[in-house]
């Protein structure tokens, strides 16, 4: 296939030329739902210059077909517009041998506020049709994107994976939920399953133009417009914040080693909110004022990763929040304006 993508006909793998690349995904098809979002589509510009072939699929309901244009023409990756509630596309997209990096969500603590039902819907009911029909194809390994959030405000730092789990929001339960649902299927079902629980991810294609946006585009698209800062609670509250190549990377670890079990994914190192809003008031060189507001439900107070198990495969972190940040500002200083609000009904 030349064109850009194929909705809803499938390339054999046998159709696609081998890559030219020769480690761990090299004549490997992968699955990336979610895939036009935030992180995943910057996993499938890593998995089109590795894998044998990507298939991509996305509702586009926070993603942007804008978000592949660096693979628009690569004939290996295909898209299929559709939701993970659709069982029938689920069986369509995935085959015998695929690794699937699942992706897709409703994201945000506060979206999951107001509408929890939607978040266990997508987040719940989608995942679990994910792997009942990856265990169905007899598929190889699913990478499942979870989140720090599972930890809710337990004091032990940094958080490890055998801590307890004291989720605070209905987001918070669904990723946890997802967590037990993989440990399930490959405890019963022989799908190999491993759990990313990602912490504070930004970079490029972060949409700050949503009620439900993160911290970080949040404030560069305010300082550059010279716009107030809003920093909920104090600005004491730390973060480690990861910046989303080095997501990418520990994902490609995760399906590289074939790693059983939970890994957190993050940078292992933290800063506070209020240090945040003055670096990226240094990295946009704006002068833009800061205002406080009332902390709000649902937020943790500090989030810090232990990254040993996962440095443990190889994986080490290369983006400082320093060198993050200037790459993020430097995206957005040229593409913000082309990042649309999603549309009604979708925010």
């Known amino acids: ?11 054999k793998p046998a159709d696609i030329e081998l890559s ?25 510009d890593a998995l089109a210059k590795e894998a044998r072939s990507v298939v991509v699929v996305d509702n586009l309901s926070t993603g942007s077909l804008s978000n592949l244009s660096n693979v628009r023409h690569n004939p290996g990756v295909v898209f299929i517009s559709g939701s993970i509630l659709d069982t029938r596309l689920l069986s369509t997209a995935i085959a015998e041998n695929d690794i699937i990096f699942h992706m897709a969500a409703i994201p945000s603590v506060a979206r999951s506020l107001q509408d929890p039902l939607a978040s266990d819907e997508v987040n719940v009911h989608g995942t679990l049709s994910l792997l009942k029909a990856a265990a169905d194809s007899r598929a190889a390994h699913v990478i499942f994107a979870s989140s720090s959030s ?11 994976e055998t801590a307890v789990a004291q989720p605070i ?3 918070a339960v669904s990723k946890l939920a997802g967590e037990h649902y993989c440990e399930v299927f490959t405890n019963n079902f022989g799908l190999q399953t491993s759990v990313g629980r990602f912490f504070n991810v930004y970079g490029p294609r ?51 080693r074939q ?3 939970v890994f957190n994914v993050a940078a292992g190192s933290t800063i506070c909110v209020n240090d945040l809003a ?3 008031l ?56 082309q990042v649309p609000p999603l549309a009604e009904g979708q925010q």
């Open 169 to 171: 929001s209905p987001y």
């Open 20 to 44: 030219s690349h020769d480690g761990p995904l090299s004549g490997r098809r992968v699955v990336v739902t979610g895939g036009a979002g935030f992180i995943g589509s910057h996993l499938v």
């Open 150 to 160: 599972i930890y809710g405000n337990s004091p032990l730092l940094p958080r490890l």
């Open 1 to 11: 296939m030349s064109t850009m993508f194929a909705m809803l006909r499938l390339t």
């Open 206 to 256: 972060q949409n700050p133009h949503t009620q439900y946006s993160a911290v970080i585009p949040r404030f560069i698209d305010a300082a550059l417009d010279g716009r107030v800062l809003t920093i909920y609670g104090g600005g004491k509250q730390s973060r480690d914040f990861t910046y989303v190549a080095d997501v990418v990377h520990a994902c490609l670890v995760l399906a590289a």
């Open 282 to 337: 240094r990295a946009t060189d704006s002068s833009a004022p800061i205002r406080y507001l009332p902390e709000r439900p649902g937020d943790i107070r500090d989030s810090a990763a232990d990254i040993g198990r996962l440095q443990a495969l190889g994986y080490k972190p290369q983006y400082s929040i320093e060198a993050g940040l200037e790459k993020t500002t430097d995206w957005a200083r040229v593409n913000r304006s």
């Open 278 to 280: 003055k670096y990226v």
């Open 259 to 261: 790693s059983r079990g």
